[in-house]
């Protein structure tokens, strides 16, 4: 099983679950904007993708902007925000066998497959 945390509004995690289903993945796919992540599952995939909070940050994200980015924030602070606020979350992310990888370009999907 596969599953992808979409947003169905982003072309990039648009053609990121394209190319799942060009490979006839079996695809569970959360939309992370209906269906709100809790704070242990943000933190778990953020230790899947093995990055720091603030890279999975949206940081051109006007709710960014505007009230977060020039504060000191800690990790723990960050993912609150993050669930929060799930625009600022980074989009898509695949995850397939305890790996995770954010479909930046979409093509990077591919090599979790």
């Known amino acids: 099983m596969t599953t ?10 648009r053609e990121a679950l394209a190319l799942l289903k060009e490979k006839n993945e079996t ?14 599952k943000l933190s ?3 230790s899947l993708l093995g990055i ?3 890279d999975l940050v949206r940081k051109n994200e006007p709710v960014w902007k505007e009230n977060y980015k020039d504060k000191k924030i800690n990790e723990n602070e960050l993912i609150i925000i993050m669930i929060e606020n799930p625009k600022l979350i980074e989009r898509p992310i695949v995850i ?3 790996k995770a990888i954010i479909g930046r370009p979409p093509e990077k999907v591919i090599d979790i497959l």
Do not use: A, M, Q
């Open 4 to 13: 992808i945390y979409h947003n169905p509004r982003c072309s990039k995690s």
């Open 27 to 40: 695809i569970e796919i959360v939309n992370y904007l209906d269906t709100p992540l809790t704070k242990e």
């Open 44 to 46: 778990g995939i953020i």
């Open 52 to 54: 720091s909070p603030i």
């Open 96 to 98: 397939k066998n305890g």
